[in-house]
Nanobody
Framework: QVQLVESGGGLVQAGGSLRLSCAAS????????VGWFRQAPGKEREFVAA????????VYADSVKGRFTVSRDNAKNTVYLQMNSLKPEDTAVYYC??????????????WGQGTQVTVSS
């Protein structure tokens, strides 16, 4: 199966930037779409962004459009989430997942353990 590991989270001040990475092992995931989700304390898991097997197809939640960019490097089995202009409401555990392209968690079969992103005001 596919194993996914997120990295790049941390503490950042509002207005700052972070780049998250999602590295896959076990097999290539070049044929999988990869989605990013996040979960804040007391809130449901929410969709952030996704990228198809083709780097030309991406989709974003309205809350992050214009600030976040998802990309992938299939040769490295890695997907990235560049987060700019971060806001305190972006604070959450961020997860990457591999599966079918879409904006709902039900499309995804493989999940990473998550990485914490904390944005201070």
């Amino acid at each position: 199966q596919v194993q996914l590991v997120e990295s790049g989270g941390g503490l950042v001040q509002a207005g700052g930037s972070l780049r998250l990475s999602c590295a896959a092992s076990g097999r290539t995931f070049s044929s999988y779409a990869v989605g990013w989700f996040r979960q804040a304390p007391g809130k449901e898991r929410e969709f952030v962004a996704a990228i198809s097997w083709s780097v030309t197809s991406t989709v974003y939640a309205d809350s992050v459009k214009g600030r976040f960019t998802v990309s992938r490097d299939n040769a490295k089995n890695t997907v990235y989430l560049q987060m700019n202009s971060l806001k305190p409401e972006d604070t959450a555990v961020y997860y990457c997942a591999a599966g079918r392209y879409g904006s709902t968690w039900k499309y995804y079969d493989y999940w990473g353990q998550g990485t914490q992103v904390t944005v201070s005001s």
